[in-house]
């Protein structure tokens, strides 16, 4: 007699997964064999809750409830696919009788609940990106207004180059507010001083220069009033007096600015040149 070959390891499972099917083959298609199963089943599920082998949803952690939760995920998309394809064959395969079609089973329990998990948790998920795309426009302004308002501070705190120039006073209340600044103040000072007095020499020297300007343009005056004391510049015109004339018996008359007009003041009257 041959000696029967050594089966492996894979070819032992697959041949005790196929009597396990055959087996639940058989109690599913006994209504009464599948209820004791079930029954079976549920008391099987309470002795490991209670010797506390089946750790609960509600007691486990965040992160095993992630993990199950992606085995659950993993489960349920091998069992969607060999639902879809056991679905297409039965839609290729053609009726052999009436009766067959009456043997189509109506989607199970686990297949509905399922579908009701997925729409929950869709959801779920729509209504937590909707309030989150909310708290990101929330913050957008936020960040906007924030950013507004540094820019604004910015432009205060900015010096303005066409800003007028302080007034003397300000200048002086500036420095007086200054702590330690006592040379400064003194060199400030120093300088104004210097100032005023240029100014006051330099305007001195301009009035000397006015006069001796005009008494060399002016060739004539007129009369301006009555007494006939005071007398003015008029271009291009024939003049009463000849300035020469006044020159020559009368001292050097004054000049006098009045509203942008030049008048020479004398101290006698000059009548007598009057034509």
Known sequence: MARSKKLSTEELKARKRARERARYAKIKADQ???????EKERKKYENKKIKKQVKLVADMTPRERRVHRKL?????????QRKCTNTSYIQLTPPSSPE???????QSVQVNSGKKRIHRDRSKIIKRNK?????????RRQRDMYRKRHERSKLQKAPRHDKTDDTPKTKIRKL??????KQLIQRQLIFGEAMKQQ???NFKQMRKEKKFFCEIVVQGLRRSNAA??????????????????????????????????????????????EK
Do not use: C
């Open 32 to 38: 009464v064999l599948n209820e004791l199963q079930k």
């Open 72 to 80: 659950w995920r993993e489960k349920f998309k091998k069992h969607y």
């Open 100 to 106: 067959n079609n009456a043997d189509q089973r109506p």
């Open 131 to 139: 309030k989150l795309q909310e708290e990101n426009e929330k913050l």
């Open 176 to 181: 007086m507010k200054k702590k330690n600044h």
């Open 199 to 201: 100014l006051k020499l």
């Open 228 to 273: 006939a004391t005071e007398f003015i510049v008029k271009d291009n015109d024939v003049f009463t007096i000849p300035y020469e004339s006044i020159k020559q018996i009368l001292p050097e008359p004054t000049p006098i600015w009045k509203k942008r007009i030049i008048t020479y003041k004398f101290s006698n009257t000059v009548g007598v040149y």
